[in-house]
């Protein structure tokens, strides 16, 4: 795994917390709410190819 993931994951975690707070602030809940789905599905997007690969690799360890 690239170092540069785990800096990218940060950063949109930043990311959406500073849009939250400010859309909460503004009255905005509903968005705030669809800001912090749509940044955790596009972390979960980017990972997914990662895990797959992870079990291949267990699969391949344990020969199964």
Same mark, same amino acid.
């Given at each position: ?10 950063? /949109? ?19 705030? !709410?669809? /800001? !912090?789905?749509?940044?955790? /599905? ?17 699969? /391949?360890?344990?020969?199964?």
């Amino acid at each position: 795994m690239d170092i540069s993931l785990l800096f990218q994951i940060a950063a /949109v975690g930043i990311l959406v917390t500073v849009l939250n707070q400010v859309l909460k602030n503004g009255g905005r809940d509903e968005q705030a !709410t669809m /800001v !912090t789905i749509a940044g955790i /599905v596009l972390v979960l997007f980017w990972i997914v190819g990662h895990i797959a690969e992870l079990f291949a690799h267990l699969r /391949v360890m344990f020969e199964l």
